[in-house]
């Protein structure tokens, strides 16, 4: 509120919203008491008008603080998608090496890799006989021979053309056995 000092000469007004002391010559009683209604007046309008700014001024911040939010979360979003992204394609890696692991033991299952022991016993079991130290044993042998152990797998483009081919003729080959001895 205002303060208001009156003298002989003149009546001094201080207002604190301004911060300032207005100086008026002396005043009758009732100008003084109308000059005061002035006043108070003036000092309710000001208070109403530095109300409105503050106000003004803390939506602005707000609406500010949240524009930056959305905007932040505009730019952490993507990354955070990309970020799931790599962690799925790593584990996604991880998975087609273990099958390849796999595939590579089941085709050497397959292709009938055993140790020589199981061979010797189901040969005894079938009615065969070890040589004896005096005969030779010869086994013919194609020209074309080859052993093959294992079918690698080209990890830049995937599966060799060997491989592929090899997997074509097997499926094959047993396909056409299993329809002639259904027949």
Do not use: C, H, W
């Not at 079991?125 to 074309?144: F, H, K, R, S």
């Amino acid at each position: 509120m205002s303060s208001v000092k009156t003298d002989e000469f003149y009546t001094e007004v201080y207002v604190p919203i301004s911060r300032q002391v207005y100086e008026y010559p002396a005043l009758s009683p009732k100008e003084a008491e109308d000059r005061k209604e002035e006043l108070k007046k003036k000092e309710a309008k000001m208070i109403r008008k530095a109300t409105r700014s503050r106000i003004f001024e803390s939506v602005i911040a707000v609406g500010l603080i949240m524009f930056v939010g959305v905007f932040f979360m505009l730019l952490i979003n993507p990354q955070v998608g990309l970020a799931e992204l790599a962690k799925d394609n790593s584990d996604l890696k991880d998975d087609i090496a273990v099958l390849k692991r796999n595939i590579l033991d089941s085709e050497e299952d397959v292709n009938g890799i055993t140790d020589m022991d199981s061979i010797r016993a189901q040969a005894l079991a079938l009615g065969m006989q070890d040589p004896n130290t005096n005969q030779v044993v010869i086994i013919p042998m194609p020209e074309d021979d080859k052993l093959v152990t294992m079918v690698s797998y080209d990890e830049e483009f995937g599966i060799s053309e060997e491989a592929y081919d090899s997997a074509v003729e097997a499926l094959t080959n047993y396909y056409l056995q299993e329809v002639a001895s259904d027949e």
